[in-house]
C-alpha cells in the first residue's frame, strides 16, 4: 500500500524517518510526500499553485495519508491542504503523535495540537455535495473545493472535524512499532466500508 506522509519538516523531520522506516519494513509498502528543503523553496517561490501541485502528484496513486503531529503540525497550512485533499481522494487517515520518540539527542517534547480538529467538513444536502472546511478561528470553507461522494458515514451528521472519524495515536506510549499495522487496517476497513455502501 502507499502512503502519503504529511508533516512539519522543522524540527520533526528525525522523528518523522523513524516512523516512515518503519512503514516501509512492511511488504508492499511505498511512501510518498517527502521532499527535501530546495523542492519545497522552489515551489513556494513560484506560487501558491506550484506548492499544491506538488501535494496533489505526490498523493497520486495513494490510499492511506499518515499525518505525523509535533508541536506546530496543525498549525501548518500546506499541513491543512494535505490532509483535506487526502480527504476528498478518499484516503484513510492516521493521526501519529511524535513527541514523545526522542530526538537524536535523546530528548522528548509534550504532544502538539492534533491537526485533524482543525479540518473537516459540512453537508450541503441542498446542492448534494460536501465542502470541506478548516478552523482558524471559526470555520472557513476551503476555496471551490467539494466532494461528491464522501467515503465516511455521514448519515447522521450536518458536519464533523476529521478527528470524530479517523483516530489518533502515539508513538510511544501506544506501541506504534507493534501496533501500526492495526491503525492502518482500522482506517481503511471505516473508508471501505463507506465505499461499498456508497
Same mark, same amino acid.
Request: aromatic share 12%; hydrophobic share 35%.
Given at each position: ?40 523553496? +522552489?515551489?513556494?517561490?513560484? #506560487?501558491?499553485? =506550484?506548492?499544491?501541485? @506538488?501535494?496533489?502528484?505526490?498523493? *497520486? ?76 478561528? +471559526?470555520?472557513?470553507?476551503? #476555496?471551490?473545493? =467539494?466532494?461528491?461522494? @464522501?467515503?465516511?458515514?455521514?448519515? *447522521? ?42
Amino acid at each position: 500500500m502507499r502512503a502519503y506522509f504529511c508533516f512539519h519538516y522543522q524540527p520533526d523531520i528525525w522523528r518523522v524517518n523513524q516512523i516512515r522506516s518503519h512503514w516501509l519494513s512492511f511488504p508492499g509498502s511505498e511512501a510518498a510526500g517527502f521532499w527535501d528543503p530546495d523542492t519545497w523553496e +522552489e515551489r513556494a517561490e513560484n #506560487g501558491d499553485a =506550484a506548492t499544491m501541485a @506538488l501535494i496533489d502528484t505526490g498523493l *497520486n496513486h495513494t490510499q492511506l495519508t499518515f499525518v505525523l503531529i509535533g508541536t506546530n503540525t496543525f498549525k501548518r497550512r500546506w499541513v491543512r491542504y494535505e490532509l483535506l485533499q487526502s480527504l476528498a481522494r478518499g484516503n484513510a487517515i492516521v493521526g501519529i503523535h511524535i513527541n514523545s520518540l526522542p530526538d537524536i539527542k535523546g530528548n522528548t517534547l509534550p504532544l502538539g495540537e492534533n491537526p485533524l480538529d482543525y479540518v473537516g467538513f459540512y453537508v450541503d444536502r441542498q446542492n448534494f455535495r460536501v465542502d470541506l472546511h478548516e478552523w482558524a478561528n +471559526e470555520w472557513k470553507r476551503c #476555496g471551490e473545493t =467539494a466532494i461528491e461522494n @464522501l467515503t465516511l458515514p455521514i448519515e *447522521n451528521t450536518d458536519g464533523a472535524r476529521l478527528s470524530h472519524f479517523f483516530k489518533t495515536y502515539d508513538w510511544v506510549n501506544d506501541n506504534g512499532t507493534q501496533n501500526m499495522s492495526t491503525w492502518v487496517d482500522e482506517a481503511v476497513s471505516l473508508v471501505s466500508r463507506e465505499s461499498q455502501n456508497s
